[in-house]
């Protein structure tokens, strides 16, 4: 088998050994009754940033919802036939598992938010899609410049993808489903941030408009 193939299939095998024929209990329930989800994680498709891993979840533990940039679009129904993969997942997360959290997963370093603040500063962003995707989060550049109107450079990255987060926290509030449920006390959302050369995770206050480490 090719090296890196050979890599994972090694890795399956300790997952069968290690790990599947320890909660082989866990799965056949999960199976016989469904996952049920208390929480949806939306992150970044990083291979650096699995949330499973990070957060140490276990299988029904976390609907994950990986995009580039752990973007949230906005609500929007087209006329002509599209194809809206993050909406339907939250949509499924949302009214049919009935999740009582939803997490946007932000991270440092991340590819998507450094190719947004290159289109924000003029420059060309490559791809068919990146770009018009990662523009979801062209908020969060003009809240960087008007928070900390000095920053750039890494910085500014850094303030980006902070304030990245918190663009997708208000888009998800434009989907009808997820307003009336935290509305009504169903279900909360939240903002989280990933330091990946720290490893450390921090937490959004809205009260004091901080991010807060989990300690
Ligand atoms: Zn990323």
Redesign the pocket.
Known sequence: MIPVLEKLAAGYRAFRTLYFETNKTLYRRLVKDGQKPKVAVIA???SR?DPALVLQAEPGDIFSIRN???LVPPFEVDGDVSYHGTSAALEFAVTCLGVEHVVVF??A?????NAMVQGQQGGDVAGTFIPAWTSIAARAFERAKHEEPCSEGEDLLRCC?RNAVLVSLDNLMSFPFIHERVADGRLQIHGWYLDIAEGALATYDPATKTFVPVS
């Open positions: 970044c498709s990083d940033v580039v940039a752990n932000g991270h370093h991340c590819a998507g938010i993808e």
